[in-house]
C-alpha cells in the first residue's frame, strides 16, 4: 500500500483565496483592514522564518501585518506592556506572542510564559491560548478556534476523511494542539464543524503505556508529540489516516513525529513534513484575525 497524500499546502490555498475575497468585502462594508500584530522576542531561526511567513500570508490576504521586534534582553515587565499597549490599540484586532519565548530572557529568569499569555485580550487572542477562550472551546461555544486543530479539522473536512464514529489517537497532550484537538474531535453538536465532530478520542502521550498498541488502534493518528520520528509504521493500523503535526530538524533536513517512509507502506493517506500542517496553521490565523474584526465591529461585543 502507498498512501496518499495529504496536501496541506493545497488546502491552505483554498482557504487563504476565500478569506481574501472575506477581507475585501469586509474593507467595502466601509471596515479598516483587519490588523495583527506579531511579537517576537529573541532571536530564534524559526520564530524569524515563522514570523515572515506570517508577514506574507497577511499581505496576501488583505491583511495589516505588524511585527514588534524585541530583544532577548527584554524583562517580563517591558513585554506585558508591549501587550498591554496593543490590547488598547483600537486599530489591531489581533495580537499573538510568538513562541517558545528566550529560556534566557528577562534578565536571565526567563518568561513566565502562561502570565504572558493570559495577558493578551480574550477578543484579541487570535491564537486561542486565552483562559477564556480555551474555557468557551470547552462548552462548546468558541469564540476562536486554536489554529493549528483547526487546520486539521479542515485538512479532515476537505480530503474527505471520515470522522463520525471513528477513533482517534491524539499523541501529545500540550495546549497548543493536543488536548483542544482532543475536544474538537469530540464535540457532539458539530460547534467545531459538523464534519468533524462525534469522533471517539484517546488522547495519549510519550509516557502512555502500550503506546504502540493503542496507536494500531486508530482510525486516524495524529502525532503532536515533538520527537523526531517517533510513530514507526509498525505502530500504525493499515489503512489508518495518518496527520504529522511535528516539524524537527535532524541534521540537514526537516522531519516530522512521524516515520513518513515506513508510515507511507502502511496507512492510507499521510501529511507530508513539511507541505502538511504547517501552512493550514498560518490560513486559520488569518481567519482568526479576520474574525476577530468582525467581532471588534459588532456592537455589544
Not at 48 to 65: L, S, W
Not at 127 to 139: E, I, T, Y
Amino acid at each position: 500500500m502507498t498512501a496518499e497524500r495529504l496536501d496541506g499546502k493545497r488546502v491552505a490555498a483554498e482557504i487563504r483565496e476565500q478569506i481574501a475575497v472575506d477581507v475585501q468585502n469586509f474593507i467595502s462594508a466601509g471596515h479598516s483592514p483587519p490588523c495583527l500584530a506579531a511579537i517576537l522576542v529573541g532571536e530564534d531561526p524559526a520564530s524569524q522564518v515563522y514570523v515572515r511567513n506570517k508577514e506574507r500570508a497577511c499581505e496576501k490576504a488583505g491583511i495589516i501585518g505588524q511585527t514588534i521586534r524585541l530583544p532577548a534582553s527584554t524583562t517580563q515587565e517591558e513585554l506585558l506592556q508591549t501587550i498591554a499597549r496593543l490590547n488598547s490599540d483600537e486599530s489591531v484586532n489581533g495580537i499573538l506572542v510568538q513562541l517558545p519565548l528566550p529560556k534566557d530572557g528577562n534578565q536571565g529568569n526567563g518568561f513566565d510564559e502562561r502570565a504572558v499569555l493570559d495577558s493578551v485580550d480574550p477578543l484579541k487572542d487570535v491564537d486561542a491560548f486565552s483562559p477564556v477562550n480555551v474555557g468557551l472551546l470547552m462548552q462548546g461555544r468558541h469564540r476562536f478556534l486554536p489554529c493549528t486543530p483547526h487546520g486539521i479539522v479542515q485538512l479532515l473536512h476537505r480530503c474527505k476523511v471520515p470522522v463520525a464514529g471513528k477513533h482517534v489517537v491524539v499523541v501529545g497532550r500540550s495546549d497548543i494542539v493536543g488536548k483542544p484537538m482532543a475536544m474538537m474531535l469530540a464535540q457532539r453538536d458539530g460547534s467545531c464543524g459538523q464534519e468533524t465532530a462525534n469522533a471517539t478520542v484517546t488522547l495519549a502521550h510519550s509516557r502512555t503505556s502500550n503506546l504502540k498498541q493503542i496507536c494500531q488502534s486508530a482510525d486516524i493518528l495524529i502525532a503532536a508529540v515533538g520527537v523526531p520520528e517517533m510513530i514507526r509504521g509498525d505502530m500504525i493500523r493499515s489503512g489508518a489516516v495518518v496527520i504529522d503535526v511535528g516539524i524537527n530538524r535532524v541534521k540537514d533536513r526537516l522531519v516530522g513525529d512521524v516515520h513518513y517512509a515506513e508510515a507511507s507502506e502502511v496507512a492510507s493517506a499521510i501529511t507530508p513534513v513539511p507541505g502538511g500542517v504547517g501552512p493550514l496553521t498560518i490560513a486559520m490565523l488569518l481567519h482568526n484575525t479576520l474574525n476577530a474584526a468582525r467581532l471588534q465591529n459588532t456592537p455589544g461585543e
